[in-house]
Every structure is written in C-alpha cells, then in structure tokens.
C-alpha cells in the first residue's frame, strides 16, 4: 500500500489549501481513511477521517466547521479542504489508513497501519 499525500504549502491566515492523498496498491475494500498533523514540538494529533465505505466522517473540534474531508472513489484519493486556516494549523499533515477489522477507534493514529509521507502546511500571521 503506498499513500501519496500532496497540496501543501504556504498561506497567510484567513487562506485556504487542499490536501490530497491517493491511494495505491490496496488489497482490501472497508478502510477509513484520516488526516494528522504534527507541528514542531508537539505530538501527532487528529484531523479528519471518512469511512470509504460509508462516507460516515468525523473531525477534530480544532477544526470542525473549517476543514472537510471527502472521497472520490474511482481516483481513491481523499481530500482535506482547509478553509480559514490559523497559524496554530501549521503541521505536517499525514494521511493514514485503518483496516476496518482492526480493533481501536480511528481517531486514534495508533491503529493505522499505513501512513503516507506528509506534506508540509505553513499558516503565517
């Protein structure tokens, strides 16, 4: 499985971005599919994630009314549309898959098995 995160880069507060991560070489057909994010110094934190299956999502209250994940199934790419991004926003971003079957809530970044390389966002004042 190869996950290839892109769309990151620099923006002034109050701008927009979108991340993008395709998805190759699956073998199973029920994952979520999450958006992390890890800034200098702090520890790896939720973002988003979407059920491919489902659709079913859910956010970080950091960012929940400002950013939006979504699918599209035939590219098996996922998407993080942020919107009034905040200097405290900036982060490696990294998507993840979690196999359905394996055990844990997929908020936590513990049961992802799979990791692309993270892209870089940059929110200035």
């Known amino acids: 499985v190869q996950l290839q995160a892109s769309g990151g880069g620099s923006v002034q507060a109050g701008g927009s971005l979108r991340l993008s991560c395709a998805a190759s070489g699956l073998t199973f057909s029920h994952y979520d599919m999450g958006w992390f994010r890890q800034a200098p110094g702090k520890e790896r934190e939720f973002v988003a994630v979407?059920?491919?299956?489902?659709?079913?999502?859910a956010y970080a209250d950091s960012v929940k009314g400002r950013f939006t994940i979504s699918r599209d199934n035939a590219r098996i790419t996922v998407y993080l549309q942020m919107n009034s991004l905040k200097p405290e926003d900036t982060a490696v971003y990294y998507c993840?898959?979690?196999?359905?079957?394996?055990?844990?809530?997929?908020?936590?970044?513990?049961?992802?098995?799979?990791w692309g390389q993270g892209t870089l966002v940059t929110v200035s004042s």
């Open positions: 993840a898959i979690k196999r359905s079957f394996t055990s844990g809530s997929r908020l936590n970044g513990n049961r992802y098995g799979y």
């Open positions: 979407i059920n491919w299956n489902s659709g079913s999502t």
